[in-house]
């Protein structure tokens, strides 16, 4: 491809190069390459620091990691060009971008490497026949702040884009009809195609789904959305959040995934069943991992502290490991299309703060252990899940007792393998730990006087 990639270079007045590849948390790493240095870097790679892998969403260094630290000196991780990745963004036209996967010097697969992750797990689906078509739809919040104005208010007293509660509502989308027009213009350009946009239930809340495609593809690009987004809305004095719970008073940020197993060919849609009211046998076992996995594997879902401010009664987040079919309330709603085609699975427990490689390598593998174990689902519910109690799987509730279910997985480590699942517990101990050094503003209203 390289031939082809030097046409399209000089097509289009290539004369800058951006590379970067996902952490842990899901933050774009990147830089800039000279021409020369690409072209070289293209067939043998580049170096990059592999401290991206040994720090946190805040640059603070581990004191846990195994795969890199002090002891190693923070060595270069070996850094490939995706081709297939190739992008420009319509207001740098001259600039190309590309995402890179790591290894190590040696050249295997990273082991903290996300986006390796999910290619080993797509790698699995295609041993066993099968594609994975997935896509992502996220809810996020956008303010009249900038990066400066942010950090002077301590992230308090924010302005949103707009006042009031008014979901779906085809006057904000007028009324900011710049920015929306921005956002589906750029994301088109740049291979992410939104299928919808509209305001969700709070001030200056809106949600976009994704369309979607292999699951790899659909990963980059649901990844992509929320760096793309950000630099989309600063263009406007704007700032957004994909944070899951920004506000105790408000709802959160949801960020659902659907997905679906077709033919090696990706021309059959698995989960279809011809003249039946339910998912095929396929569907089926594939949903009973789904399910009965989601309590261990709610780490992988829900990776920070704040994602289980969350799981709280009332805001649409589901509170158990539950499926039912176009129910809502649930963790996993059955989707059963007009059409075979659009026969799907939305897995509903994930927040828009998801490292999207992780989230659907997460899904993909309890899916395929489902299909491999014939893992039958539990009982539908019909009603609201919310309110069953013992009656479907509970969650953990907080990152730590996510932490210790994760950490007991047999089943994580058969699906995703043992060094990147140790791995990110260290990493979960870590904001774990941090978070507990923390004093909230809650507890100093609560306990600054009264105690």
Request: with cysteine; net charge negative; charged share 25%.
């Amino acid at each position: 491809m390289s031939e082809e990639l030097r046409r399209d270079f000089n097509d289009k007045g290539i004369k800058k190069v951006k590379v970067g590849g996902f952490d842990v948390d899901g933050v774009l790493r990147g830089k800039y390459v000279s021409l020369e240095k690409f072209w070289s870097a293209l067939d043998k790679g580049f170096g990059f620091c592999d401290v991206i892998f040994g720090w946190d969403v805040s640059d603070q260094l581990y004191d846990n990691a195994k795969v890199t630290g002090w002891e190693t000196g923070y060595p270069d991780a070996l850094a490939r060009i995706d081709e297939s990745t190739f992008r420009v963004l319509p207001d740098a036209p001259d600039t190309a971008n590309f995402i890179v996967d790591f290894y190590t010097q040696d050249g295997e697969p990273h082991p903290a490497c996300p986006r390796n992750l999910l290619k080993n797990l797509t790698k699995r689906a295609g041993e066993a026949g099968f594609s994975a078509k997935f896509s992502a739809e996220f809810e996020f919040w956008v303010f009249r702040e900038t990066p400066q104005s942010l950090h002077e208010k301590d992230f308090r007293g924010l302005h949103p884009l707009s006042p009031g509660m008014f979901g779906y509502s085809w006057l904000r989308a007028g009324q900011h009809q710049a920015l929306v027009d921005d956002i589906l213009d750029t994301c088109e350009a740049y291979d992410i195609e939104v299928e919808g946009l509209h305001t969700e239930t709070g001030p200056g809340v809106w949600e976009a789904a994704l369309r979607y495609d292999d699951v790899l593809a659909a990963a980059d690009k649901a990844a992509l959305f929320k760096t793309t987004l950000k630099q989309i809305c600063a263009r406007h004095d704007l700032t957004v959040t994909f944070m899951a719970k920004w506000n105790a008073d408000l709802p959160g940020s949801s960020g659902h995934i659907h997905q679906s197993l077709w033919d090696a060919g990706g021309q059959i849609n698995l989960f279809a069943a011809a003249g039946s009211d339910n998912l095929s046998e396929t569907g089926l076992h594939y949903l009973g991992g789904l399910v009965t996995l989601a309590p261990e594997l709610t780490a992988f879902y829900s990776p920070f502290v704040n994602s289980y401010k969350r799981y709280v009664p009332g805001v649409w987040a589901p509170l158990n490991a539950s499926w039912g079919i176009d129910n809502r309330t649930c963790g996993s709603r059955v989707i059963l299309g007009p059409s075979d085609h659009a026969t799907r699975i939305e897995f509903r427990q994930t927040a828009a703060d998801i490292n999207p490689y992780i989230a659907m390598a997460a899904c993909l593998g309890s899916g395929l252990h489902g299909i491999a174990e014939k893992i039958e689902p539990p009982t539908m519910t019909s009603g609201d899940a919310t309110s069953e109690g013992e009656a479907a799987l509970p969650l953990p509730l907080t990152l730590e007792a996510a932490v210790e279910r994760l950490r007991g997985s047999e089943a994580a480590r058969a699906a995703l393998g043992d060094d990147f699942v140790d791995h990110f517990i260290r990493t979960r101990d870590w904001e774990c730990r941090e978070y507990r050094k923390a004093v909230t503003d809650w507890e100093l209203r609560r306990y600054f006087e009264a105690v």
